[in-house]
Every structure is written in C-alpha cells, then in structure tokens.
C-alpha cells in the first residue's frame, strides 16, 4: 500500500500570503489529522477531518483551516502567513481516528519570509 | 505544567549501549501511551503503543509505563547507529480528540 503523500514538499511564501498544502492518505484511512512542527513547540495538533468534517481542532488561530474530499484527500490553508508560520507541516492518516496507529507523510516544509 | 514533558536531549551514546528515553504526564486520566521515531526529513512512526502500567517488549525495544508515577520509558537494547534519530512520545487526550506529544529526545548512536 502507498503511504501517505503531501505536496509540495517544500515551499517558501512571504507575509501577508496564503498557502494551501496538500495530503493524500493511506488508501481506507477516512481519518486525516494534521500537525505543526516547530523547533520550540515541538508537534502540535491542528485539526482532524474524518468523512469530510472536521472532528476537532486544536488551538490555532482561524488563519489556519482545511477540508476533506469525498476520497478522503485533505487540504489545509494557512492565510495571511506570518513569520512564525515556519514549520514542517505533518498530515497523518489512519482509519478511523486519534486512538488508532497514526501515519505520517513527510511533512511539507513552509518557510515564510 | 504542559501535559507532556520529555528532555529533549540530545543524547549521544555508543553503539551497543542501553538508551533509556522518558516522559512524564500531568494527566491521571490517560490510558494510551506511545512512542514516535522520527528520522531527519521524514515523518514520524509508530514504535510502541502501549495501555496498561508495565512492560511491553518488542525485538530490542521496551515501553514502560508507571501509571503511579505518571512516567513512561522507552528502553533500546544494543543500540545500533540506525537508531539515530528523535524518539517521541504521545498520548492520546482523555477525549481522544487529539495526540499530545512530547518535544522529542534527538538519539545519535556513533559506531
């Protein structure tokens, strides 16, 4: 089975921008997750999609957001970037939710200037 | 207090020694516990999960987990330069709404 893919793999914004990222899950995972990772804060929970809703969310400012597709595929956006939006974003699937086996894509690396 | 606290290390030891890495939590009310491994420029995977307090052992690693303490340990035996990495811990929140990790401990292993 293939992983879980995210694009772009890295990309470099400048403030004020916006910025979507994109994951496609293991192939039956209907649950997507998506984590900030930084130097100082470590990983950090943004929010869960599962069957197209989001389920939870952690606290972050409304800049940040996503969606789900009916295939289970997930975007996040990010607007109006600050600088410490930095950060490797991680999305991960697994089938059904938190509780469960949680995998990772590679991240996308976001550096905004 | 964060509700998970790990050294970040880093942690440097020869090939072949014991690593002992750990965590503390702040929640009585959590029961899953798991270990991450992250390599430089991937994302993290799943080593260990773990429910009750005890030992859960697999090939060289053991998690271990003191419910009474609020502790949990990741033990690796015979350590190889491939277990270089940043070992993360984290527990799901008493909802099961989100995965709270620790900073990760960065491990190198020199041959």
């Known amino acids: 089975k293939a992983g879980v893919t995210q694009t772009p793999r890295y990309l470099i914004k400048t403030r004020g921008q916006q910025v979507t990222l994109s994951c496609s899950p293991i192939?039956?995972?209907?649950?997507v997750s998506w984590y900030q990772q930084t130097p100082g804060q470590g990983l950090q929970f943004l929010f869960e999609?599962?069957?197209?809703?989001?389920?939870n969310k952690g606290n972050f400012p409304g800049r940040f957001s996503g969606r789900q597709f009916s295939n289970s595929r997930s975007e996040m956006n990010v607007s109006t970037l600050e600088l410490g939006d930095s950060a490797l974003y991680l999305c991960?699937?697994?089938?059904?939710?938190?509780?469960?086996?949680?995998?990772f894509g590679p991240g996308t690396r976001l550096l905004v200037l | 207090q964060k509700e998970v606290e790990q050294d970040p290390g880093p942690l440097s030891v020869p090939e072949g020694a014991i690593v002992s890495l750990n965590c503390t939590y702040s929640?009585?009310?959590?029961?899953?516990f798991m270990w991450y491994r992250q390599y430089s420029r991937k994302g993290p995977e799943l080593l260990m999960y773990?429910?009750?307090?005890g030992n859960k052992e697999d090939g060289r690693f053991t998690a271990q987990v003191d419910k009474s303490s609020k502790y949990i340990s990741l033990f690796i035996r015979d350590s190889q330069p491939s277990d270089s990495a940043t070992y993360l811990c984290?527990?799901?929140?008493?909802?099961?709404?989100?995965?709270?990790f620790g900073k990760g401990t960065t491990l190198s292993v020199s041959s």
């Open positions: 984290a527990i799901p929140n008493q909802a099961g709404t989100a995965l709270i």
């Open positions: 773990t429910y009750s307090s």
């Open positions: 991960a699937s697994s089938q059904s939710g938190i509780q469960e086996t949680q995998y």
């Open positions: 999609y599962f069957s197209e809703t989001q389920r």
């Open positions: 192939s039956g995972h209907r649950s």
């Open positions: 929640n009585s009310a959590f029961q899953y």
